[in-house]
């Protein structure tokens, strides 16, 4: 009687799941839709793409165990169908990059970033990062991130309440105190590197131009780069930064983003310009993401052109996997 009545559970679980077009998780524990993003990324990076599975499993366990099942993976805003992964890529290398959900949907947004912490095993400071966020209305709380490739990475993102960071980095850049930026989250680094994103509603390319100047030193690799992307003769409103930092306060790099539904018509198009960006690898490891089947959505989340200290430049964009 018992197994029956998990059996029409789990039946009205899949059932309710499909009418919201989400896709249940497998034995794995992970969506059909991941499990088919993993399986074509084998044929590119066998290894990792495996790392990546275990690795997943591990950090979706509590939203398989959720009291909510109909609403844990459809809960999300990662994504735009609320999936509680997202892959990405970057021209600038070859490797398994994916961010997502670590808690069921029914857990304290405060209690993400530590649960975040445990599910990648990270192993830097995470106090100052609690604390700021302690007593604060969140957005979303934490997300973990892992990019699989030469070697292993881990990083968590952060929410930052009213648009604020940490005590300790108000005054490490400039740019943190500027009232035409609003910084919406933080990627920390077990090294005490941060990489900062803000909303930028009035940002044109004079002043991205400008921008790039001032921390990076030189504007040329970042606009030659945005130019073989941007459709248009400006840039959509809004759009966004990040600037990266080391844990001395030291800028690093420093990418625009946009939603690629803001610039491009459809996927399709996205598709076509993100491929002449890649190289070797990594142009296999783009075309594995992008060869998944078409839902009637969006499958190409935020597009970034980036650039750091050193004159290099590259592309990524997030992408949600079918």
Avoid at 5 to 32: H, K
Avoid at 45 to 60: F, G, K
Avoid at 63 to 71: C, I, K, N
Avoid at 146 to 154: I, L, M, P, S, T
């Amino acid at each position: 009687m018992d197994a029956n009545i998990a059996r029409d559970g789990q039946r009205r679980q899949t059932r309710a799941m499909n009418e919201l077009g989400v896709s249940a998780p497998n034995d794995a524990g992970l969506p059909a839709s991941v499990a088919a993003t993993l399986q074509r990324l084998r044929a590119v990076l066998p290894a990792q793409a495996e790392q990546a599975q275990a690795r997943l499993a591990r950090a979706l366990a509590p939203l398989a165990a959720s009291r909510w099942p109909q609403v844990a993976w459809s809960f999300s805003s990662l994504t735009n169908t609320g999936l509680p992964v997202e892959f990405a890529w970057t021209s600038r290398e070859a490797a398994v990059r994916w961010t997502a959900e670590v808690a069921e949907p029914e857990a304290d947004d405060a209690a993400r970033l530590q649960r975040a912490a445990q599910a990648v095993e990270w192993c830097g400071d995470l106090q100052p990062w609690i604390d700021h966020q302690r007593g604060a209305r969140l957005k979303f709380g934490a997300w973990a991130s892992v990019r699989h490739g030469e070697d292993f990475a881990a990083k968590l993102y952060a929410d930052l309440p009213a648009g604020r960071l940490p005590p300790q980095w108000r005054d490490r850049h400039p740019a943190f105190a500027s009232q035409l930026l609003f910084w919406r989250m933080c990627g920390v680094n077990p090294d005490g590197s941060i990489e900062c994103y803000a909303r930028a509603d009035e940002l044109d390319l004079a002043a991205l131009r400008a921008l790039a100047r001032a921390t990076l030193g030189d504007e040329a690799a970042l606009l030659q780069r945005l130019m073989q992307v941007l459709p248009a003769d400006d840039l959509p409103r809004p759009s966004g930064i990040s600037l990266a930092l080391s844990a001395q306060g030291q800028v690093r790099a420093l990418t625009w983003f946009t939603f690629a539904k803001a610039i491009f018509r459809d996927d399709a198009e996205v598709e076509r310009r993100l491929r002449a960006q890649g190289e070797g690898r990594s142009a296999e490891v783009y075309a594995a993401l992008a060869a998944g089947p078409a839902d009637g959505r969006w499958r190409h989340g935020m597009i970034g052109v980036g650039a750091d200290i050193a004159g290099n430049a590259w592309v990524q964009c997030g992408v949600r996997p079918t």
